[in-house]
Nanobody
C-alpha cells in the first residue's frame, strides 16, 4: 500500500521560508517521479514542482527561483524548500508520486502566508 505523508506546513509571514517534507512508503521511490502540487481555496490543484529519478526538475513559473525540490532516495523522502513566500502561495500542498502512469497522493499540508 502506497503512503505519502507530508509535514512542515504552517503559518509564515510574507518573505519567509518553509520546508515541506514527504515520507513515502510502499512505492519504488527511487524509480518514481516525485512532485508537489497545491490547491488554493476555490482553485484547481496545480503543479508546483516535480523531480524525476534522473534528477530532472520542472517548476511552475510562479515558483521558479523561489522553491527548490529535492529527494533523498536512501530515506524515501522528497522535500520542497520554499523561500520568499507570498500570500498567493497560500494553499494545501500535496505530495505526489508517479509510477507506471499511476499517481499517488498524500493528504496534504496547509501553508498559509500572511501579508
Amino acid at each position: 500500500q502506497v503512503q505519502l505523508v507530508e509535514s512542515g506546513g504552517g503559518l509564515v509571514q510574507t518573505g519567509g521560508s518553509l520546508r515541506l517534507s514527504c515520507a513515502a512508503s510502499g512505492v519504488v521511490f527511487s524509480a518514481s517521479v516525485m512532485g508537489w502540487y497545491r490547491q488554493a481555496p476555490g482553485k484547481q490543484r496545480e503543479l508546483v514542482a516535480t523531480l524525476t529519478s534522473g534528477s530532472v526538475t520542472n517548476y511552475a513559473g510562479s515558483v521558479k527561483g523561489r522553491f527548490t525540490i529535492s529527494r533523498d532516495n536512501a530515506k524515501n523522502t522528497v522535500n520542497l524548500q520554499m523561500n520568499s513566500l507570498k500570500p498567493e502561495d497560500t494553499a494545501v500542498y500535496y505530495c505526489n508520486a508517479l509510477r507506471y502512469g499511476i499517481m499517488y497522493w498524500g493528504k496534504g499540508t496547509l501553508v498559509t502566508v500572511s501579508s
